[in-house]
């Protein structure tokens, strides 16, 4: 038997025993059977009402705001990520992405967006199919960013809360099996076309699902931390025109 259950077995009988003996010492103390059944009768029919209370209302209570502290705390690893490592790698595959100026300007997020805006953002990705020309993909660059950055990536593996996120969780281990896999090659320069294609299908994983990740990050901020949102809109890598330096408008 597990230690877990032996305890819980040893408390449940503790209790029944306790109980017992108070029932008993009521009747010694007052001899008084009729008073003692209908107590029970009267403790036992209101259990029902008691576990309608306790778990369906007050339990459910508990547990929603439980999940909003670790949405909250999840939000701050995501975050986290896309400083460290997600806006970067998006940046450098945007570049090499053959077919981003059909969403491109969709991309150019702004401090007027709304939910619907950021919903519509949502259902047009669904239809773009990414396209990394590999052959533009400076792979040496990419590999170095990668390696730098893995034990990060090996940190977020390892956080719990990672895996409540289920796309987060499936842009992670793409990333973890990109870096696994220009890792495993010493040079990327010369290598065969059908590497070529197996690479670039690793790569649009990454990217195919990093870009909605971002844009769901982004409504996160917009809604949440408007001056965090500031700096990401600043740092936009589907904006050309993007820049970190506050200047005045003219």
């Not at 369906?56 to 999940?67: A, F, N, P, Y």
């Not at 949440?224 to 589907?238: D, I, Q, T």
Request: hydrophobic share 45%.
């Amino acid at each position: 038997m597990k230690e877990d259950t032996r305890w819980k077995l040893i408390a449940g009988i503790g209790l029944v025993t306790l109980s017992l003996a108070l029932f008993t010492a009521h009747y010694l103390l007052f001899h008084d059977s009729h008073h003692l059944f209908i107590f029970l009768v009267g403790d036992i029919a209101f259990i029902p009402i008691e576990v309608l209370i306790v778990t369906l209302i007050i339990d459910q209570m508990l547990e929603s705001r439980e999940r909003k502290r670790r949405m909250e705390k999840m939000n701050m690893v995501i975050g986290t990520f896309f400083s460290t490592i997600g806006t970067p790698l998006l940046a450098q595959l945007v570049r090499v992405d053959s077919t981003i100026d059909s969403v491109k300007e969709r991309l150019v997020i702004g401090t007027d967006w709304n939910n619907e805006m950021f919903k519509d953002v949502q259902v047009c990705l669904k239809d773009h199919t990414c396209s990394i020309d590999i052959g533009h993909v400076d792979r040496d660059a990419l590999k170095n960013f990668l390696i730098s950055h893995e034990d990060f990536l090996l940190r977020l593996v390892e956080n719990p809360m990672v895996f409540e996120h289920e796309t987060f969780t499936d842009l992670i281990l793409a990333i973890n099996h990109l870096t696994e896999e220009v890792k495993a090659r010493d040079d990327l320069s010369i290598l065969p076309p059908s590497d070529l294609d197996h690479l670039t299908k690793d790569i649009q994983r990454v990217y195919s699902q990093l870009i909605p990740e971002w844009v769901k990050y982004m409504e996160y901020l917009r809604n949440h931390y408007p001056y965090l949102f500031s700096l990401a809109m600043r740092k936009n890598p589907f904006d050309e025109s993007a820049s970190v330096i506050v200047r005045q408008s003219p």
